[in-house]
């Protein structure tokens, strides 16, 4: 009995090494690529990615990763979807995984370089000259560097001093330079897991060969979205959403402008939307202009405030969606992409006026838009008028009815007639004579007899 005791005993001692030395085949490998710079585009390329491997039901993700860094905020929604991630996430960096790209790489279970790469330079830096952001950055950047080493068994003193010049570490750094490390030094302090020439050299050299390998691809509405935010697209649908709405507002009723002036709203704002650029409420100001410009010009007579509401608001809508700013904070968004931006929607607003002068006297002459709208003009020589009364009327003498001022009232026959005169004012019982019978009122005049 003492000796089956003992082999139990000894049973539940090795099953657990034995257990704890076997590894999980890995027999299919999804990878994906943070080749440009870290933004919402991105932050949504490695959601759908890391969605897709999930689907595929991948047993590994390796990142292929060459960026100089990018938004702060982004960059912590992906290392905390890399974090969260049920399946292992490598990445092998070729060549740089600079400042949010050192933070998403941190967050990796492993962490593999090619020859040449280099792995550092967190410090936060402002979107308009590249100056570094003020201390309230730094100390977020800080945390999360900090935070992320400590989740994987990294020195987290070294990755907070990827961001803080301040911070001394004896035999790595000094004071007054934050760290950056070479493929070397990231091996020997533990931010790299080895050096490898190639992705291929990567899977070979992790025993891997084996393995199914699948790319990440964008499918088709990915790729229709990416390309309605392209600049030159985005303004070719301004031009048709401002143009859309004056020919709708010149002529009230018909619908097709308006009809393409929303399709264009909608192609225009929802992929900015989906890439999380454009927020709600820069939406909702889009808006507001549109309802503070058709007060303007069905409510409130003239032209003022308004109207000028309106348009900036308009404006300001569109320029707002297509920049990574949160809220009223610019201070990550780059000066290019603030100017390209701006640059866009005015052009395309200036295009738009000109199209509109230039095409309005012409768009009557259009067969097909002629079979819709009342083109047409009644000209007088075609005997064409806006008589309300009869010619009979014309030379005939009565008397003011009620007094003119110019207008009033005036008895002929009898009958009593609306009209005005040609600005004299003429007592009632005075004798007149009728000079014209277009329009709604007689026109007269003082009789001399």
Not at 93 to 118: E, N, Q, R, V, Y
Not at 203 to 220: K, N
Not at 345 to 365: C, D, Q, R, Y
């Amino acid at each position: 009995m003492k000796t089956l005791f003992i082999y139990i005993f000894s049973l539940l001692l090795v099953f657990p090494a034995i257990s704890y030395g076997q590894q999980t085949p890995i027999d299919k490998i999804f990878t994906f690529k943070i080749d440009t710079d870290i933004d919402p585009a991105m932050n949504r390329r490695v959601k759908l990615a890391l969605e897709k491997a999930e689907n595929e039901e991948a047993d590994l993700i390796i990142i292929e990763m060459d960026t100089y860094g990018g938004a702060v905020n982004d960059a912590d929604d992906i290392r905390t979807m890399i974090l969260e991630s049920k399946i292992p996430v490598y990445v092998y960096i070729d060549k740089d995984a600079a400042s949010a790209g050192a933070l998403i790489s941190i967050a990796c279970d492993k962490i593999f370089m090619a020859p040449g790469g280099s792995i550092g330079a967190a410090t936060v830096v402002n979107g308009v000259d590249g100056a570094a952001a003020p201390d309230k950055y730094q100390s977020y950047m800080r945390s999360m560097m900090r935070s992320t080493a400590e989740a994987k068994g990294r020195d987290p003193k070294i990755a907070e001093a990827m961001v803080d010049e301040k911070i001394e570490i004896e035999g790595i750094t000094e004071a007054g330079s934050v760290i950056t490390f070479s493929v070397s030094e990231a091996e020997k302090y533990g931010f790299s897991d080895g050096v490898y020439n190639s992705f291929e050299d990567l899977i070979q050299g992790q025993g891997l060969s084996d393995s199914e390998v699948m790319a990440y691809e964008t499918d088709l509405v990915e790729q229709i979205i990416g390309f309605f935010l392209n600049p030159a697209v985005s303004g070719f649908l301004i031009l048709i959403i401002i143009g859309g709405i004056y020919f709708e507002l010149q002529t009230p009723g018909v619908g097709f402008p308006l009809l393409a002036s929303i399709i264009a709203v909608v192609l225009y704002f929802t992929p900015y939307y989906l890439n999380g650029l454009a927020e709600n409420w820069e939406i909702i100001v889009f808006v507001i202009g549109i309802i503070l410009l058709a007060l303007e010009l069905f409510v409130i007579p003239g032209f003022g405030i308004f109207g000028v509401l309106g348009i900036t608001c308009i404006l300001a809508g569109l320029v707002l969606g297509m920049l990574p700013n949160q809220n009223f904070d610019f201070e990550f968004v780059p000066a290019a992409d603030l100017f390209a931006a701006l640059l866009t929607v005015i052009l395309a607003a200036i295009a738009s006026v000109g199209i509109v002068f230039w095409l309005t006297p012409k768009i009557n002459e259009w067969k097909a838009f002629s079979a819709i709208t009342l083109a047409g003009t009644q000209q007088k020589q075609d005997g064409y008028t806006s008589t309300f009364y009869s010619n009979d009327l014309l030379g005939q003498v009565g008397k003011v009815h009620s007094r003119l001022r110019p207008s009033g009232r005036v008895e002929i026959e009898g009958e009593i007639y609306d009209a005005s005169s040609r600005g004299e004012f003429l007592e009632k019982g005075e004798p007149i004579i009728v000079i014209s019978t277009e329009g709604t009122s007689l026109k007269v005049k003082k009789y001399e007899a």
